[in-house]
T-cell receptor
């Protein structure tokens, strides 16, 4: 079945350093890929999505490229801020016809000032 | 922007108790979902629905019932609550099963 594997947390960085959260997936078809962010005390919210292979999504300085050959969708940011502290989820559309998103286990990021 | 609300925001009950969690979305979305979120497990899908009267089983349905009474309203029912159901519950909605989901603020449930 479909699955998503992402960087295990927690990840702690200093402000101004770069971030990479790895996301790899397994699926039988060509999914839409998503990154969600969940701030403390809130529900997850969409960071961005990419429906097509070899395209890049971006928002708030974060970006990820849909790499179909490597089945990866790594999240990157060049310079993190304290306000980026959150849990990040990679997700994909299911190929089984079950009409749901498949989420990774989440990566907790803490950015120190 | 889609609006998803949940009530109550916090709930404490005892083992064996009867609990109903409510979710309403006001964006005319067809799909609605119930998840639980626990440390170390991320988001796990309990039930979902693609319209009023429809119910689909998710990945962790045991001990939970759900009912979709209207396009806007989706309820999660715990008829004999157990401590293992202590968790943070999120409702979400989407236009189709292949679109982004919009999440509510969550309900924290504690079963003593």
């Amino acid at each position: 079945g479909d699955s998503v594997t992402q960087t295990e947390g927690p990840v702690t960085l200093s402000e101004g350093t770069s971030l990479t959260v790895n996301c790899s997936y397994e699926t039988k078809q060509y999914p839409t890929l998503f990154w969600y962010v969940q701030y403390p005390g809130e529900g997850p919210q969409l960071l961005f999505k990419v429906p097509k292979a070899n395209e890049k999504g971006s928002n708030r300085g974060f970006e990820a490229t849909y790499n179909k050959e490597a089945t990866s969708f790594h999240l990157q940011k060049a310079s993190v801020q304290e306000s980026d502290s959150a849990v990040y989820y990679c997700a994909l559309t299911s190929s089984s016809g079950s009409w749901q998103l498949i989420f990774g286990s989440g990566t907790q990021l803490t950015v120190m000032p | 922007e889609a609006a998803v609300t949940q009530s109550p925001r916090n709930k404490v009950t005892v083992t064996g108790g009867n609990v109903t969690l409510s979710c309403r979305q006001t964006n005319s979305h067809n799909y609605m979902y119930w998840y639980r979120q626990d440390t170390g497990h991320g988001l796990r899908l309990i039930h979902y629905s693609y319209g009023a009267g429809n119910l689909q089983i998710g990945d962790v349905p045991d001990g939970y019932k759900a009912t979709r009474t209207t396009q806007e309203d989706f309820f999660l029912l715990l008829e004999l609550a157990s401590p293992s159901q202590t968790s943070l519950y999120f409702c979400a909605s989407s236009a189709t099963g292949m679109d982004e989901q919009y999440f509510g603020p969550g309900t924290r449930l504690t079963v003593l």
